[in-house]
């Protein structure tokens, strides 16, 4: 019985916890404080390009 | 009808400061210029309808910088409805050169004085009313830090925007250039819509290519006006671009003149310059930061009675981890009575493991924290700085620096702050090295050895940032040699702010922004893999049979462990440390405090922990001293975590450089790890000579003729060198 409990508990807060990580990683905000978000779909400068810009400028 | 606000300044002049205060939002403030290298966005508060966005720090329109590519290109392609220009009143006259920019744009422009909490204390006054005469525009005082006139400005904004409330055309030029101007101004009509054509017509002058380009003028056109333009420089005997910035600059000055007066005469010393000529002494700069970084190593991580990070460390690690925690989930299984693996799998796995990163909060708290305050108050502005001097000798720019004074946080937004850098070999080199620079998730593995094994000596934490630095250093003067990375350094403009007190709030924000995502990621990636750990070690082969093990030394996990150990056994990882060891190295890669997590789960296994640092004790026992400083040197040095790994492939761009960069982190800290450990150890006599003694003294002589071998000089500039030599 109290195996049941605990293992249920245990599965609840792994899917959780999935749930979470899966989140962040599709749909990151601004900053979520975690940095492994930073600079994917919040940044929408292509900084490349600028780059290539300003050398042919030169 | 949407509003759309931008936030326009010079480089640290409180634009975020402002922005997270109108908007309640909470984006990166730094006391070094650069913070910003994207525009954000956010809605202002209590409205719905109107939006902000933060720009980076410009000086002027001209595109000299990314920065400024990014800041200009939004500001006239995408036409704000207005422009919140924030000047720094501390530094009037050089902020006023973008407002003149921004005000021939004939966008609505508010202009904000800021830090005018400053302004006042220096008991310096400026004559709004009269600035806004002479700007034609209206011109406000706020103090973005201390949210005085905040609100007021923003209204402004936005009424001057629904207005469509443009400036007049300041009066900048003389009559030869105005006459020319308008000249040109009438060449252009049907190119351009009306509204901007002072601007475009100044940038003609200025023969902008890229305006050249954008307008697609007939020859015809072109040699008109090319012969206005030449007709005005020869009336002035300057080049146009030079004309245009000196009346420019003279028009300010008579400003500045009749609307700013300053208390004290110039030639005074700022209290400010009176500290920098201390702390950034040629000589003495150097030791100095060595010194405050020793200090703040040693108050959080050190071992003496003032180190608040390791009493909270040794409270969290004996008390909270030790007794509490443990207690409170073996009072609730045992009355459940569960069955034994799952209590393993809970107490030893999970506790044990998550426990063992949590411990670490203390300290990494009290460290960052004094990091915010030492960049807040100006400081690490002025390491920038130092290190710009230093770097410089070596051929690299001051500018790779301040990614890695961000990667101190975390490695990911360091990287990703190199973009600002504009010449590719430099901007590779420094997303090759920034890795090197431990961050706050390389914390713990300092802490755990420094307490550990060498009794919470502050000198092995200092050490492990100065191996850091040193290991940047090392590279940029050896990569500097090759082909590939060859050139002289791109000049670094950056003045440095002057000191102030630390404001609460954005100490506290980053501190605990930085602290925030170490804690998350205990709760969740932690969480995880110390559960899947503590499976992979509870099963093996007895005697020929699959099933779970009595000591996790006969594991399937140790067995894999021990065959890759073979490869670090010349970096002093031998023994019953070895296969937890490598594990360690390779759980690390998905985050630093893995390492840490995976010593809490296999140090855990079979030991009931009734004193709270068991698994310190049994660390001691299993690693010398030596072994215990190559691990951490190779854990610090080499390839950084998944994360950062996926931020260099795309700021690289390109795969080869991406393995090449973490394929050199790799081989720099395996030949690090093997030089201290073979050669110190023999030197202390804890390690005998052998074989690996030649390789690392072989290895240590290949080092040296790398550092001083003479290197590819690129051809062109090395000519311009003679040239100028004897042009003297
Ligand atoms: N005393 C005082 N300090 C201020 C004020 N506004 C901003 N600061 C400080 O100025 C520094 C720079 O502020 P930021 O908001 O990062 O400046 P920024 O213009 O966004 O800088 P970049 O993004 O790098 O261009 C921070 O240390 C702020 O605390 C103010 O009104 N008074
Ligand atoms: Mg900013």
Redesign the interface.
């Known amino acids: ?3 049941v ?3 249920i508990v ?1 599965v609840l ?2 899917g959780l ?2 749930r ?2 899966y989140r962040q990683r599709k749909n990151p905000k ?7 978000t ?2 994917t779909s919040s ?3 292509d ?2 390009l ?2 290539k ?2 050398r042919e ?1 030169k | 009808m949407e509003i759309k606000i931008a936030l326009a300044g010079n480089p640290n002049s409180g634009k975020t400061t402002l922005f997270n205060n109108l908007t309640g ?4 403030v730094g006391n070094w210029p650069g913070v910003t290298v ?3 966005e956010g809605s202002l508060k209590g409205t719905n309808d109107v939006t902000i966005q933060d720009l980076p720090g410009i000086y002027s329109l001209s ?1 000299y910088s ?1 920065e400024e ?2 800041s200009r ?1 939004y500001l006239v392609n995408e036409k704000p409805d207005a422009i919140l220009n924030i000047v720094d009143g501390t530094n009037i006259e050089r902020n006023l050169y973008l407002t003149t920019q921004l005000l021939e744009l004939q966008i609505p422009v508010v202009v904000a004085v800021n830090m005018i909490d400053l302004v006042e204390r220096n008991g310096d006054m400026i004559d709004l009313n009269r600035l806004a005469q002479e700007l034609g525009c209206p011109v406000m005082a706020i103090s973005a830090l201390k949210g005085k006139g905040t609100k007021e400005v923003a209204a402004k904004a936005v009424e001057v925007a629904k207005k469509h409330q443009v400036a007049l055309i300041p009066d900048i030029y003389d009559k030869t250039v105005v006459s020319a101007l308008s000249k040109i101004q009438s060449e252009l009509q049907t190119h351009i819509d009306d509204s901007m054509a002072r601007w475009y017509s100044v940038k003609v002058f200025e023969r902008d ?2 305006i050249d380009e954008f307008l697609k003028l007939t020859d015809d056109k072109k040699s008109k006006i090319e012969l206005l333009i030449k007709k005005v420089e020869e009336a002035l005997d300057d080049d146009a671009e030079s004309i245009i910035t000196s009346q420019r600059y003279d028009y300010i000055g008579t400003i500045v003149q009749h609307a700013v007066k300053k208390k004290g005469s110039k030639h005074e010393l700022s209290v400010s310059d009176k500290i920098d000529k201390i702390v950034t002494n040629r000589i003495l700069a150097l030791p100095i930061f060595i010194l405050v970084m020793y200090v703040v190593y040693t108050i959080a991580m050190g071992g003496t009675s003032i180190s608040i990070g390791t009493i909270g460390t040794d409270w969290a690690n004996d008390v909270l981890f030790g007794d509490i925690v443990p207690n409170f989930f073996d009072g609730i ?1 045992t ?5 034994g693996v ?1 209590y393993g ?2 107490m030893d796995g999970i506790v044990g493991g998550v426990g063992a990163v949590l411990g670490f909060v203390p300290q990494i708290l009290v460290l960052f924290l004094l990091l915010s305050i030492m960049e807040d108050v100006g400081y690490m502005s002025r390491v920038a700085f130092i290190m710009d001097r230093i770097f410089r000798r070596f051929g690299l720019s001051g500018k790779s620096f301040i990614p890695m004074l961000v990667a101190t ?5 360091g990287i ?1 702050a190199s ?1 600002t850098i ?1 010449q ?1 070999r430099d901007r590779k080199m420094t997303i090759m090295t920034t890795g090197f620079i431990p961050c706050g998730a390389k914390m713990p593995i300092i802490g755990l050895f420094a307490g550990a094994v060498f009794g919470g000596s502050s000198l092995v934490a200092t050490s492990a940032f100065v191996i850091g630095i040193a290991a940047v250093i090392i590279s940029g003067i050896i990569l500097k040699k090759f082909k590939s990375f060859a050139g002289e350094p791109a000049p670094f403009v950056m003045e440095l702010p002057a000191y102030h007190l630390p404001s609460a709030g954005n100490v506290l924000r980053a501190t605990w ?1 930085r602290g ?2 170490f804690i ?2 205990a ?3 932690i ?2 893999s110390s ?1 899947i750990l503590w499976f992979l070690q509870g099963f093996g082969f007895t005697n020929g049979q699959f099933g779970m093990v009595e000591d996790n030394n006969t594991s399937l996990l140790a067995d894999i462990g021990n065959a890759i150990a073979l490869i670090f056994a010349p970096l002093g990882w031998v023994g019953d440390m070895a296969w937890k060891a490598t594990v360690a190295t390779f759980t690390g890669l998905i985050a630093k405090e893995e390492v840490v997590n995976t010593f809490g789960v296999l140090y855990n296994f079979s030991e009931v922990s009734e004193e709270g640092n068991e698994i310190w004790t049994l660390i001691a026992q299993d690693f010398t001293p030596i072994a215990a400083y190559s691990f951490m040197i190779f854990n610090l040095l080499c390839a950084p975590c998944f ?1 950062a790994m ?2 260099i492939r ?1 700021e690289m ?1 390109n795969t080869k450089w991406t393995l090449a960069a973490i394929g050199y982190m790799c081989l720099f800290a395996y030949v690090s790890a093997l030089i201290v450990y073979q050669l110190v150890g023999l030197a202390i006599g804890e390690v005998a000579f052998n074989f690996w003694t030649i390789v690392a003294l072989a290895l240590l002589i290949g080092v040296i003729y790398l550092l001083f071998r003479p290197g590819y000089k690129p051809k062109s500039e090395a000519l311009d060198l003679k040239g100028m030599q004897t042009a003297k």
């Open positions: 019985m109290g195996d409990i605990v293992l245990l807060i792994i916890v999935i979470s990580m601004e900053c979520t404080g975690d940095c492994t930073c600079g940044c929408k400068v900084w490349d600028i780059r810009d300003i400028q | 939002s909470r984006q990166r994207e525009k954000k595109p990314l590519v990014v290109n290519e890229r299984l009355s459940l009575h569960v069955n799952l799998l809970i946080g975390c490695g990911v937004p990703m973009r504009e590719d922004e925030w995502s998350k990621r709760g969740t990636v969480l995880l559960i994360a996926g931020a795309r761009n």
